[in-house]
């Protein structure tokens, strides 16, 4: 069974940083590219960032280019986002998400001093 298990978020003051993890198990992990969703209270859920099955391949959203970077750990089936320079329109449920269905239950990050 497809698994996905995000951890990392917590309170961040704006301008800080925090990095989220997302376990991955019940599929060969190196096969599939990974994106990272978030949502917003009141607002639709919107691509942050994906990354390609082998690593190489990137995509941001603009609101996040420059300060998030996505990565993957193959060895450990681990999805990561380094979150930096927060801002307080950060603040949201970020899940890993994987084709054609799949979700984490998310972790929650609020940006705020």
């Known amino acids: 069974q497809v698994q996905l298990v995000e951890s990392g978020g917590g309170l961040v003051k704006p301008g800080g940083s925090l990095r989220l993890s997302c376990a991955a198990s019940?599929?060969?992990?190196?096969?599939?590219?990974l994106t990272w969703y978030r949502q917003a209270p009141g607002k639709a859920r919107e691509f942050v960032a994906r990354?390609?099955?082998?690593?190489?391949?990137?995509n941001y959203a603009d609101s996040v280019k420059g300060r998030f970077t996505i990565s993957r750990d193959n060895a450990k089936n681990t999805l990561y986002l380094q979150m930096n320079n927060l801002k307080p329109e950060d603040t949201a449920v970020y899940y890993c998400?994987?084709?054609?269905?799949?979700w984490g239950q998310g972790t929650q990050v609020t940006v705020s001093s």
């Open positions: 019940g599929f060969t992990f190196s096969d599939y590219a």
């Open positions: 998400y994987r084709v054609p269905f799949y």
């Open positions: 990354i390609s099955g082998s690593g190489p391949d990137t």
